[in-house]
């Protein structure tokens, strides 16, 4: 089992301390903020260590989460630029070049994560620096399991995962709202169709992943001959709406490209 340290107690460290703790992966967990009200929280939620102070948790932990906001993550990467550890970013748009470059010594992974890591069920990708071991990513494939599922990629193939699971889940979230609008006109009130909806999206993919079923597959499963899934299926087949969908994901990845650059 590793230390873990948290640099930045916010809404994303918080979710993983929680999912890291109970998956026991942790021998402790040391987490720091600049907002005293952040730490309090934390600990009380979850019982780890908290300090003010950015360096007690370098100094504690094997492995550290940056989990500052991007604009906020240089000044802390001054602060610990002697550390030989290994420190995971999960700020959107922080190159590793950029982590590497700062921290001379530190073997650094760079983490596209998304928002349903709130509730432990992330989907992410992450790439890794030149200085990291085999014995790292185990340990990093672990620790971000444990609040979803993560995919060790190349950095260049980050941009698209923003585009897909770093966005997607506006983008889904968007289908569900259009979903509720059209069964609202359809007589049923606005509470019991967000409700449908919602569980609909959710208890989908839930089958996708646990039947492991292809989604053409699991059309078939539904779309029987004259039924009502292909009637309404027909007009989302014959509509723009995969054109669009590609526009949509290509459009995130190069705004995600373009950032990045900057
Ligand atoms: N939230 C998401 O859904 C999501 C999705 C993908 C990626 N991410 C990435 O995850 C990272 C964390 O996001 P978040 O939503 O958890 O942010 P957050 O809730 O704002 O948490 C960051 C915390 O770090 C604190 N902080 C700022 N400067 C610090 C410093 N020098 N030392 C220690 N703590 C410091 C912040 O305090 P102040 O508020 O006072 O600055 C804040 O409490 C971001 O880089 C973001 O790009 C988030």
Do not use: W
């Amino acid at each position: 089992m590793v230390k873990v340290g948290f640099i930045g107690a916010g809404n994303m460290a918080l979710a993983l301390i929680k999912a890291i703790k109970k998956a026991n992966l942790a021998d402790s967990i040391y987490a720091s903020d600049v907002k005293q009200f952040r730490l309090k929280l934390v600990e009380d939620e979850t019982g780890i260590n908290v300090t003010p102070y950015n360096k007690v948790v370098v100094n504690e932990s094997d492995v550290i989460f940056l989990a500052v906001k991007p604009q906020q993550i240089d000044k802390v990467l001054d602060e610990i630029r002697d550390t030989n550890k290994l420190i995971i970013s999960i700020a959107a748009g922080i190159t590793l070049k950029h982590l590497a470059d700062k921290l001379k010594n530190a073997r650094v992974v760079r983490v596209m994560p998304n928002t349903p890591c709130l509730v432990g069920e992330m989907a992410a990708g992450f790439a890794l620096g030149p200085k990291v071991k085999d014995e790292d990513v185990k340990i990093v494939e672990e620790l971000l399991n444990s609040a979803g599922k993560a995919f060790l990629l190349k950095e260049s193939m980050l941009d698209a995962v923003t585009g897909l699971s770093g966005s997607g889940p506006a983008f889904i979230a968007y289908l569900i709202q259009c979903l509720i609008e059209a069964s609202v006109e359809q007589g049923l009130s606005k509470d019991i169709a967000t409700e449908l909806a919602e569980r609909t999206a959710l208890g989908t993919a839930k089958l996708l992943i646990e039947k492991g079923l292809s989604p053409k597959e699991l059309i078939k499963m539904v779309a029987s001959p004259g039924g009502t899934t292909i009637a309404g299926l027909e007009v989302l087949i014959k509509s723009d709406v995969r054109n669009i969908l590609i526009e949509t994901v290509e459009k995130a990845t190069k705004r995600s490209k373009e950032l990045g650059k900057k």
